[in-house]
């Protein structure tokens, strides 16, 4: 079956734009999760949602938010970028979350300039 | 507050040679354990998991890692290298009643020929 699929795969911005991803989990996963993967801060978790409804949100600041369809997809949206919100977005599905396994996109590279 | 710490940032064997890689997490409770690998420009992809049980568990491409609740660490075995394990290695947790997952920093794995 396909795996979660992160688009686009690449993305330049500028200062004070916003930007949005998108993941497609994969078919029957109920949660989502978003990590930000920098060298400096490694991976830091975002939030997480399930079946449209954000259950967990790491410690960001609301410029970044998110949102779940009915078919469990999912977007992150960063509004009034900066130049630290540059990294790899790793968005990572599950069937129910929590202890079940966890299957990762490629991740959205973005670049903020 | 729930942390995962792999204390060693890099780790060089020769291919062939045997490897561990360190985890230790601080938890109120026995959380759920995992190693995943990501490779440059990837996503992460899971090795293994330990929820409860055998302490001892194996995972894919002859890894296996060891729960200790007496040290709280959950190291990552390999009894020989291959070239191809070259990568960054991240061990991490989930909370018994909690659905996001804490990353420690990575352990970057370098083989040498």
């Known amino acids: 079956k396909a795996g979660v699929t992160q688009t686009p795969r690449y993305l330049i911005k500028t200062r004070g734009q916003q930007v949005t991803l998108s993941c497609s989990p994969i078919?029957?996963?109920?949660?989502v999760s978003w990590y930000q993967q920098t060298p400096g801060q490694g991976l830091q978790f975002l939030f997480e949602?399930?079946?449209?409804?954000?259950?967990n949100k790491g410690n960001f600041p609301g410029r970044f938010s998110g949102r779940q369809f009915s078919n469990s997809r999912s977007e992150m949206n960063v509004s009034t970028l900066e130049l630290g919100d540059s990294a790899l977005y790793l968005c990572?599905?599950?069937?129910?979350?929590?202890?079940?396994?966890?299957?990762f996109g490629q991740g959205t590279r973005l670049t903020v300039v | 507050a729930q942390s995962v710490t792999q204390p060693d940032i890099h780790i060089t064997v020769s291919e062939g040679a045997s490897l561990e890689l360190r985890c230790n997490y601080s938890?109120?409770?026995?959380?759920?354990l995992f190693w995943y690998v990501q490779s440059p420009g990837q996503g992460l992809q899971l090795l293994l998991k330990?929820?409860?049980?055998?302490?001892l568990v194996q995972g894919i491409k002859g890894f296996e890692a060891e729960f200790k609740r007496s040290q709280s660490s959950f190291n990552l075995r390999k009894p020989s290298v291959h070239w191809s394990d070259a990568a960054e290695y991240f061990c991490?947790?989930?909370?018994?009643?909690?659905?996001?997952?804490?990353f420690g920093a990575g352990t970057r794995l370098t083989v040498k020929p």
């Open positions: 990572a599905s599950s069937r129910t979350g929590g202890n079940t396994e966890a299957f």
């Open positions: 078919s029957g996963h109920r949660s």
């Open positions: 949602y399930f079946s449209e409804t954000q259950r």
């Open positions: 938890y109120g409770a026995t959380p759920y």
């Open positions: 330990y929820f409860s049980g055998d302490t």
């Open positions: 991490a947790v989930v909370g018994y009643n909690n659905n996001d997952m804490r």
